[in-house]
């Protein structure tokens, strides 16, 4: 499996945010067992930059930009306004060693 590796940098709600050069931002949360899972640092429902403005809470990750909680251990929106499709987070599996980060993509 490909994966990068980054040095993150603390998001300011309990995700990581990796930086990595030319390519898409990601996302690294801790779940509530303590693993850790990445995404894409882009809203699904309206593909615009979480700019640091989302944050970790009982195992959900909330967009502040409209408000939508998604579950860090599916991906899928949780207690949503059914008239509106919030999209769904991809997840990608994450190794931690030390101060780094491993994203192991498909």
């Given at each position: 499996?490909?994966?990068?590796?980054?040095?993150?940098?603390?998001?300011?709600?309990?995700?990581?945010?990796?930086?990595?050069?030319?390519?898409?931002?990601y996302?690294?949360?801790?779940?509530e067992?303590?693993?850790?899972?990445?995404?894409?640092?882009?809203?699904?429902?309206?593909?615009?930059?979480?700019n640091?403005?989302?944050?970790?809470?009982?195992?959900?990750?909330?967009?502040?930009?409209?408000?939508?909680?998604?579950?860090?251990?599916?991906?899928?929106?949780?207690?949503?306004?059914?008239?509106?499709?919030?999209?769904?987070l991809?997840?990608?599996?994450?190794?931690?060693?030390?101060?780094?980060?491993?994203?192991?993509?498909?």
């Open positions: 499996m490909p994966e990068e590796k980054s040095r993150p940098r603390q998001g300011p709600a309990g995700f990581y945010l990796i930086e990595m050069d030319g390519e898409p931002n996302v690294v949360a801790t779940r067992d303590g693993s850790y899972v990445a995404f894409l640092e882009r809203c699904p429902h309206a593909k615009a930059p979480f640091h403005t989302g944050y970790v809470e009982e195992g959900l990750f909330r967009c502040s930009l409209h408000d939508f909680y998604y579950s860090l251990d599916t991906g899928e929106a949780v207690d949503f306004d059914k008239k509106e499709d919030p999209g769904c991809n997840l990608l599996r994450v190794e931690r060693e030390g101060d780094q980060f491993a994203i192991l993509f498909p």
